[in-house]
């Protein structure tokens, strides 16, 4: 069976720090590029980061550059997302997707449910 699950999400005040996982099941995660997605209320999904097959080349939002830090353990099937300086705006529902092709919400072949993250004062 395919799982691919989220956790870390919160609550926290502007300037906390918080680490996502994601961890997958019943496929090889090692052959996926993987992202995250925030989904803001009212708003589609957005590309917050992603990561290649073997930590290659990583893309960031630039509203989230020197703050958020993308990682990935292919031994244990692990995304993780380390965020720091967290902002009001960063406030969302956060899934990770993988794809054999490209960093897209749309085009990916596994998706997380998500996870809330909530940064407020």
């Known amino acids: 069976q395919v799982q691919f699950v989220e956790s870390g999400g919160g609550e926290v005040q502007p300037g906390g720090s918080l680490k996502l996982s994601c961890v997958a099941s019943g496929f090889a995660l090692e052959n996926y590029i993987v992202g995250w997605f925030r989904r803001a209320p009212g708003k589609d999904h957005e590309g917050v980061s992603c990561i290649s097959v073997n930590e290659g080349p990583t893309y960031y939002k630039e509203s989230v550059k020197g703050r958020f830090t993308i990682s990935r353990d292919n031994a244990n099937s692990t995304v993780y997302l380390h965020m720091d300086n967290l902002k009001p705006e960063d406030t969302g529902v956060y899934h990770c997707?993988?794809?054999?092709?490209?960093?897209?919400?749309?085009?990916?072949?596994?998706w997380g449910r998500g996870t809330q993250v909530t940064v407020s004062s």
């Open positions: 997707a993988a794809s054999l092709t490209q960093c897209s919400w749309y085009l990916s072949d596994y």
